[in-house]
């Protein structure tokens, strides 16, 4: 039976790096995509974290998505940044035009960043939290693959189409909260189904439309749900708009990989938003959110969004990331080591 091993942070992310680079990936998209993985698995978001590595090595295998792609910034607005991910992941493409985004943001009080033409297959809330510990508040939306029926539909048309927030606290790590649109994300199904579990009533059905609490049953042709009947229904719509219509990403529904059999990565787009809380303010935004969180621990509330992953990354930073040693043994060795 495999045991457990801990190890740090930077450890983790150097290895996933080595694995993405030996698997198509240039040095900096390798270790764009690396430290977001290690912060995943770190923070204890498991499914969006070495689990993930699968999918992108299937991706690059089938040639669905350049490793190697540069992505190309284009400044089009006082307060808008373009980004086309030339096929390649969000991740690099953010980051090659973050250093403008927040210029504008500064410069403006708010900013729009549209990234099209890239592979997401990351949490959302990596993508956040950096911008609200600079002090903005941030928001981030993206579609995915046709996964996903809607409210009143028969076949899938949304991917799972997360939205993301995150605002600056006074003395505190900020709000964040990163939650699909779907009853469930893709990747906890497929834990699901490797663990043997069932889902939650009313989270999918099969691939004859019939309800059914088997992940295999889903994922074998069948779809989910939105969360919350068609309120979430018309987040997941709203979320095509911005992550694919004004972005000039595709639809989820337009995402075609027949011709690259085990892919992984949807390719969509992403879009941003940030906020410069303090122009114009006539009170320090964070002091103001104190205030609200104050009251919201007065009747009784005991943990606040991204919370969970606040302890999980103050643990372990001091003892180490768990992970099983038959993965570590299996990561070595697709990074040729």
């Excluded at 928001?139 to 600056?168: C, K, Q």
């Excluded at 964040?176 to 989270?203: C, N």
Aim: proline share 6%; net charge negative; aromatic share 6%.
């Amino acid at each position: 039976m495999s045991g457990t091993v801990h190890i740090a942070f930077e450890e983790l992310s150097a290895l996933l790096r080595d694995i993405l680079a030996a698997h198509g990936c240039r040095p900096e998209v390798a270790a764009c995509i690396a430290e977001t993985c290690a912060i995943a698995e770190r923070d204890g978001a498991h499914s969006h974290g070495v689990f993930r590595i699968d999918g992108y090595i299937a991706s690059l295998e089938a040639g669905w998505v350049d490793g190697q792609a540069v992505p190309v910034v284009e400044d089009v607005a006082p307060g808008q940044v373009r980004v086309d991910a030339m096929n390649g992941f969000t991740l690099p493409a953010t980051a090659a035009a973050r250093e403008l985004f927040v210029a504008k943001a500064r410069r403006t009080g708010l900013a729009t960043l549209l990234v099209r033409n890239s592979h997401h297959l990351s949490a959302v809330w990596p993508d956040v939290e950096p911008f609200a510990r600079e002090g903005f508040v941030a928001l981030s939306m993206i579609n995915s693959m046709a996964y996903v029926v809607p409210h009143g539909g028969r076949d899938a048309v949304y991917g799972t189409n997360p939205i993301a927030f995150a605002a600056p606290r006074s003395g505190q790590n900020p709000l964040v909260f990163d939650f699909a649109t779907s009853a469930l994300s893709h990747g906890d199904v497929q834990i699901a189904a490797r663990e043997g579990k069932d889902l939650p009533a009313g989270s999918g059905v099969d691939a004859q439309g019939q309800p059914t609490t088997d992940p295999q049953a889903v994922l074998d042709g069948g779809a989910l749900l939105t969360f919350g009947g068609h309120k979430g229904s018309a987040l997941a719509l709203m979320i095509e708009v911005m992550g694919a219509a004004l972005t000039g990403g595709k639809f989820s529904f337009e995402v075609d990989w027949s011709d690259h059999p085990g892919a992984a990565t949807p390719h969509t787009g992403q879009f941003f938003l940030l906020i410069d809380p303090d122009r114009g303010a006539t009170r320090p935004f964070a002091e103001r959110v104190e205030t609200l969180v104050r009251q919201l621990h007065a009747t009784g509330v005991e943990r606040l969004p991204g919370e969970r992953r606040y302890a999980n990354r103050r643990h372990n930073s001091l003892k180490g990331i768990p992970i099983a040693t038959d993965q570590l043994a299996r990561l070595r060795s697709l990074a040729g080591r």
